[in-house]
């Protein structure tokens, strides 16, 4: 009941804010027909109901289950397995992410169709869900992670050299929508799973930093996408 509570006060002071400052320019300076002003609010509603009801969802059913799952692999002691199932789950779960689809649907709206959704969208689930298995690697072996995201930019910027002016844009922010309401806290619990059975609790703070690698694999697989169709 408390979670519900809760969840529902954060909700409430996200959304209301935009609201509030929306409907001051309404009736000030932009003066909306009345219809698009009902609109927005049912909207506002909606988004709000529908946030509740996701964010109660990751928190009784995909948090317990990120973290179960990576209990679970790193108990098999098999470290390809583990890097694979990273990998496959970092996929999966980018390919359901809204943040991803909202930005396939824009890009290739903007470009009309010169950059297909589906192949974006594939683009920016490949790169999360090879920088996901590079991530659980780095758990096992115990790599500082400041080495990996130093390597990761370097190669980033270099493509960028390389890669069509479009796409510079596009894969910096394919690389920020991954860190979207569903991937993040699936791969920060997958990540503590895996670092609670391998390390022991004292060291659970080794499955964070995550979500800075998986975010660097789609911009790195964007640019390359636009070097292929460069």
Sequence with gaps: MDNIKETIREVILSILPITIIITILQFTIIWLPME???QFLIGALMVAIGLILFLLGVSVGL???????GSALSKTKKV????????????VVTIAEPD??????????????????SI???SVALGVGIFVGLAMLRIILNINIVYLLIAGYG????????????FVPISFDSGGVT????????????GVGVATVIRGKSSSSDGFGLVALASIGPIISVLLLGVIYG
């Design 155 to 166: 190669i980033a910027f270099f493509l960028a050299a390389f890669t069509p002016p479009t």
């Design 36 to 38: 698009v002003f009902i």
């Design 80 to 91: 390809w397995m583990i890097i694979l199932f990273g990998f496959i789950l970092g996929v």
């Design 100 to 117: 991803v689809r909202v930005l396939g649907t824009q890009v290739d709206s903007v470009s009309g169709g010169a950059i297909p959704q």
């Design 63 to 69: 948090q317990p289950v990120g973290e179960l799952i």
């Design 179 to 190: 860190t979207g309401p569903l991937t993040v806290p699936f791969i920060l619990a997958l």
């Design 120 to 122: 974006l969208i594939l």
